[in-house]
């Protein structure tokens, strides 16, 4: 290179440092080295930009790494002053991978140094794809707690509910968890789900199913939820759950089972020597079978006691479900009861009701067989728990690409394609 070519290349990084210095809000006093080389920057890009001021462009663009989940706080030490494998790098690659259908980590690294040169794109990429260990290390890490607080952010700031959005709250065991060796019992999610919109509104891991009751209080505090309609089974059925779901400005919709006995003898009594207000009727077929849902509505709580302790409790609700299987030709009933704040018909209670199932089916269904959750054996410190974000982040993306198409076939064509892998992830 010669000097004039040398000049040119040096007033151009200048240009680029200068306006880096001021997007960054880099002040004289800072000691920079002379050399304004590419790799010095790199480290200005990687240092202030990436870490400080992506608020101010999140009016450009929605994509998660550019706005929430670069925030998090990298786990490894942090008095060796630099990383062979910065974290955001790390979190891209495996988010990519996840939605690309790959389930492990030494999956992970392959997709990576397959579409090196791709990720290069987004973030440099300097020492190539880490290690399955770090990747191992890194995620068995990372605060869980503060994973969590990224994903909701993310969610409050891209997503919108109409009312009467049923968002339902389910537990789930994640099977492969446990360790035994250390004496660890398996881990348990609970998850709030926007049924109509697909969409993961956040989480908190307990230790065992029977530590819900104090875990949705504190799930139900960190959700945005006014005016939707909070459906919970029959462990969520409790009084304080109720006043803090009113407390939030939204309904409540409460499976009533024999945990609360004397309520749920009452609604019983209720069905039998009470005018029913109205009725509707439900019929679905498929998977070989032919299902009939009738939904009783009763809005006259006389022989309700201790009503007022369910705040604005305004309707009590009698599903009866028949199943007939074609295949073995059986017919199976099953009566269910549930109360609920909310002043609607019986018609959109039946919609209610069955809407609450699709976290099973659209979310706890497709993390097992989609991602693989129950048969992962993720168990070290917070990796089971981390992968569950990272597995649920994936899908929420899958599922806003406008593309119509199954999850699978979107998972196939991310793997395939670059263009399709790049309109998932928003960039």
């Not at 509910?161 to 049923?166: A, S």
């Not at 400005?249 to 005018?275: C, H, P, R, S």
């Not at 699978?408 to 670059?418: E, G, M, T, W, Y």
Request: charged content about 25%; overall charge positive; hydrophobic content about 35%.
């Amino acid at each position: 290179m010669n000097n004039s070519q040398r000049g040119r290349v040096a007033s151009g990084q200048s240009h680029s440092l200068c306006f880096l210095l001021r997007t960054c809000q880099v002040h004289p006093g800072h000691n920079l080295p002379q050399d304004t080389d590419n790799q010095c920057l790199n480290k200005i890009l990687s240092h202030y930009f990436w870490r400080e001021n992506l608020e101010r462009y999140a009016s450009d663009t929605q994509s998660i790494f550019d706005i929430e989940f670069v925030n998090l706080n990298d786990p490894r030490r942090q008095n060796r002053g630099n990383f062979t494998y910065p974290l955001h790098e790390i979190l891209f690659l495996a988010i990519c991978a996840i939605i690309s259908g790959i389930k492990d980590w030494p999956g992970t690294k392959t997709f990576g140094e397959q579409r090196l040169e791709w990720l290069r794109k987004f973030f440099p990429y300097k020492n190539g794809i880490c290690s399955v260990d770090t990747l191992e290390r890194v995620f068995a890490a990372l605060d869980p707690d503060h994973f969590e607080q990224c994903f909701l952010k993310w969610i409050n700031r891209t997503s919108k509910f109409t009312d009467g959005e049923v968002v339902a709250i389910d537990g789930k065991c994640l099977r492969g968890s446990y360790d035994y060796v250390n004496e660890k019992k398996a881990k348990h999610v609970i998850t709030a789900y926007a049924t109509q919109a697909h969409l993961c509104l956040g989480q908190k891991v307990t230790d065992q199913k029977s530590n819900e009751i104090t875990a949705i209080p504190d799930l139900l505090e960190v959700l945005a939820i006014k005016g939707c309609m909070v459906s919970i089974d029959a462990m969520g059925c409790q009084k304080n759950i109720a006043k803090k779901i009113r407390a939030k400005e939204a309904d409540y919709l409460l499976a009533v089972k024999e945990n609360q006995k004397g309520l749920y003898q009452q609604i019983e009594n209720a069905f039998e020597q009470t005018a029913i207000e109205s009725t509707d009727t439900d019929l679905t077929v498929g998977h070989g079978r032919v299902e009939t849902r009738k939904c009783s509505l009763i809005k006259d709580l006389t022989l309700i006691d201790k009503k007022a302790d369910w705040p604005d409790l305004s309707s009590i609700i009698r599903i009866e479900s028949e199943r007939y299987n074609k295949t073995t030709a059986k017919t199976s009933t099953e009566t269910r009861y549930y109360i609920s704040s909310a002043d609607h018909s019986a018609k959109s209670f039946n919609q209610n009701v069955r809407s609450h199932w699709a976290i099973e089916n659209n979310l706890h269904w497709m993390l097992d067989i989609s991602f693989g959750e129950d048969a992962s054996r993720r168990r070290k410190d917070n990796h089971a728990v981390n992968y569950n974000i990272l597995a649920k982040t994936a899908l929420t993306l899958i599922r806003q690409c406008p593309k119509k198409m199954p999850v699978s076939h979107k998972k196939l064509n991310a793997i395939l394609c670059n263009k399709f892998r790049e309109e998932i992830i928003g960039f």
